[in-house]
């Protein structure tokens, strides 16, 4: 029974999907800005907020996974869970690679920062946390699925912080599928506690920095 529950955790909280939870929860959830002069997520047009969501799923779920079942298929990767450290690197790349072409699509075709500053850096903190697990799996296994809650977590704290009127009990349901996320690698012995403490807490600090700074840590030409 609890292996079958730490499984079915897993897939629930594939670390592809945590952005779209994190986006679903802030965009349909009323909020309210601190600074007026901000543009409201959950005021945006409703229109405009489906094309958002579609964007940010295809990138960072669906065309991701459908690039990890085709290494799969080639055997490129063993598994599509992933379980060898050598074998970590590509996927990572893949992800890498999607969160940047995201990130760039936004900066290119909505200039200026025409939209609220999280579709920009949310998929920036994606590819950035993405890109120091690739250099740290050199000497562990860094969980991704901690990495995806760390990225959940961190997005809602810079998100909160930032709001007048806020909804706490969605941070706290956060870090709670954080810890089921966490326990159920481990319980699966996927991960080593270093590997998902590790993988959770440098996400967390690298996406609220992101969320929380930008556009400020951007260097502008």
């Known amino acids: 029974m609890k292996s079958a529950l730490s499984h079915f955790f897993s897939w629930i909280f594939l670390p592809l999907l945590m952005p779209t939870y994190g986006l679903l929860l802030t965009l349909y959830i009323p909020s309210e800005q601190i600074y007026l002069d901000k543009d409201s997520l959950y005021l945006l047009n409703p229109e405009l907020k489906k094309q958002l969501l579609y964007l940010f799923f295809t990138f960072s779920a669906l065309a991701p996974g459908i690039s990890f079942y085709a290494l799969h298929k080639r055997q490129i990767i063993s598994t599509i869970d992933m379980e060898n450290q050598r074998e970590r690197n590509i996927p990572l790349m893949i992800m890498f690679a999607y969160c940047l072409v995201l990130y760039l699509m936004f900066v290119f075709k909505a200039p200026n920062n025409v939209l609220p500053k999280y579709f920009y850096a949310l998929p920036l903190s994606g590819a950035i946390v993405t890109g120091s697990f690739m250099f740290i799996n050199r000497w562990i296994k860094i969980s991704m699925h901690a990495g995806g809650a ?72």
Do not use: M
Not at 178 to 184: K, L, M, P, R, Y
């Open 150 to 221: 760390g990225i959940l977590v961190g997005y809602l704290l810079a998100f909160a912080k930032q709001q007048a009127q806020f909804e706490f009990w969605i941070i706290v349901a956060a870090i709670l599928a954080s810890g089921v996320t966490i326990a159920s690698r481990l319980y699966l012995n996927k991960h080593r506690p270093i590997e998902v403490y590790t993988g959770w807490s440098l996400a967390v600090f690298i996406t609220f920095i992101c969320n929380d700074l930008y556009p400020f840590i951007v260097v502008k030409g």
